[in-house]
């Protein structure tokens, strides 16, 4: 099982990229998403017929790159027992760390 950690709702959706859905998909994989200490797991058939598909975004990290959304209806299955830290991405930090240092 997967587990993707997830800042927000939108919308009442928990919303995941094609690609990762795709790959879960291939792998026979299923998934739980965790948004502020709930979490919610769907399995390979729930992740091929509860999706909605949004329209195409832009990566702002990869010119040129493309994806779209996937939103599935956020019905948490439990909560977490202990508070937990979501795991910045390291081009999040380097962004971060680049703002602090022309910032001065």
């Given at each position: ?15 995941l990229?094609?690609?990762e ?84």
């Amino acid at each position: 099982m997967k587990i993707i950690y997830k800042k927000k709702i939108y919308n009442g959706m928990a919303e995941l990229r094609d690609y990762e859905v795709e790959r879960l998909l291939i792998n026979k994989d299923s998934v739980k998403i965790i948004i502020d200490n709930e979490y919610m797991v769907l399995t390979p058939t729930e992740l091929k017929i509860k999706g909605r598909i949004s329209n195409t975004q832009y990566s702002i990290y990869n010119e040129g790159q493309t994806y779209k959304l996937i939103g599935y209806r956020w019905k948490p299955t439990g909560r977490l027992e202990e508070q937990i830290t979501i795991p910045f991405d390291v081009k999040t930090r380097l962004a971060e760390a680049w703002r602090a240092m022309n910032a001065k």
